[in-house]
């Protein structure tokens, strides 16, 4: 599927690009999205020879990822800004950009996304349920992420914000940025090998991005993923109907997403397969309301 950005520029829409962000980025024109999922490396700096294991005996795999590697923290302030630079650029004003990360890094992104002049509008709180505990008892469980969200620049006012929608989904109490309570990514929701190995060390829960996307865009809006893993953001825009477009360097990965959407486009043409016949019969729930 494509779509007409301005008069000079068409492009596909749906799909996956296998290749480095910041430099397919540059192929894009200005103000092209309305809505920026990011969901970066960490640099966690873990040492690889150590092996965890949970009180079960079970082992704890880390991310040892060799995408989350850089030389020492220039490298990685330098990689931010430039996909960064990148995500401003190609962001619409009346569009919404969102950043998640843990300690390790969330800050020295969020300087960075200050001094280019992005404009925060808060930083949400994602509380997990099922945090892995502090296993040596040496500082405090690490339960949550933070998602910075923000507009292009400070005078970017006319941003989608869905508050109505979202203070229903709060049981009719204005939304906090701590109300984002969400379990981390498991059961068959997670996407495994026929050994049950992971196949993404950090698929993030479907339940939080389709938050992200319920909260800053309507219909038909495009969304990018500059870092779309194994294909999250892609699965809940396609639930939500929105258009979207995911950048992936790793291969693997890129095929993973691509299965997964395929998959998910399976599930939603049969299920709305079975409304159709059900609306023949006067019996789509939807419209009994
Ligand atoms: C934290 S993971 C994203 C996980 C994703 N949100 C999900 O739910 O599966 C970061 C991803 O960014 C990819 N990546 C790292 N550097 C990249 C780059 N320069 N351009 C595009 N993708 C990159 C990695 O291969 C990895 O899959």
Known sequence: MSTTINKDYKMDINYVIHGDCYQELKRFPDNTFDLIFAD??????????KRLKRFDGSEIIPV???WDKFKDYADF?????NWLTECQRV?????????????????????????????FLN?????KINALPNLNGRRFTNNHETLIWAVKNKDCKDYTFNYELMKEVNGGKQMKDTDWVFPLCT????LRDKNGIKLHNTQKPLKLIQRVIETASNKDDLILDPFLGSGTTA?????LGRNWIGIEKNKEYVELAKNRVSTLR?????????????????LCPAEKE
């Open 187 to 190: 059961g068959t929701e997670r």
């Open 91 to 119: 962001l619409k004003p009346t569009g919404t950009i969102w950043v998640i990360g843990m300690y390790h890094s969330i800050y020295r992104v969020g300087k960075i996304m200050q001094d280019l002049g992005l404009w």
């Open 266 to 282: 399976n599930k939603i043409s049969t299920r709305y397969g079975i409304m159709q016949s059900n609306k023949k019969e006067g």
């Open 64 to 66: 040892y990822d060799e």
């Open 235 to 239: 699965a809940a825009a396609e639930e």
């Open 77 to 81: 302030d330098n990689f931010t800004l």
């Open 40 to 49: 970066p490396p960490y640099y966690l700096q873990l040492p690889s020879n």
């Open 123 to 127: 930083d949400v709180i994602w509380v």
